[in-house]
């Protein structure tokens, strides 16, 4: 199994940004698709970006795209969240997950095997 460990989140104010990065240990990273999902307090954990182990494939929520960006660097056993033009409505906790041997990247919450314990994101003026 992989160990995930999220990091950058804080409090910023909307319109602002903010970037968030998942470190991986363990097996392989590149032998992983990844995803970013987010909670919200008493909502359920939500997708929010997922990329392709070779990072050319990427999907978004319709909540985030244009303002959101997933990358990862394999070479640094890395994921990243770009959020640009922050709302007050992305605050939540954020966590990264990692589905392994596939190829391409998906959306649903069980495809994933491992989660990071996640990192708090808070916009607010």
């Known amino acids: 199994q992989v160990q995930l460990v999220e990091s950058g989140g804080g409090l910023v104010r909307p319109g602002d940004s903010l970037r968030l990065s998942c470190a991986a240990s363990?097996?392989?990273?590149?032998?992983?698709?990844m995803g970013w999902f987010r909670q919200a307090p008493g909502k359920e954990r939500e997708f929010v970006a997922a990329i392709s182990r070779s990072g050319r494939t990427t999907l978004y929520a319709d909540s985030v795209k244009g303002r959101f960006t997933i990358s990862r660097d394999n070479a640094k056993n890395t994921v990243y969240l770009q959020m640009n033009s922050l709302k007050p409505e992305d605050t939540a906790v954020y966590y990264c997950a990692a589905d392994y041997d596939r190829v391409t990247p998906r959306m649903g919450i069980y495809d994933y095997d491992s989660w990071g314990q996640g990192t708090q994101v808070t916009v607010s003026s």
């Open positions: 363990g097996r392989t990273f590149s032998s992983y698709a």
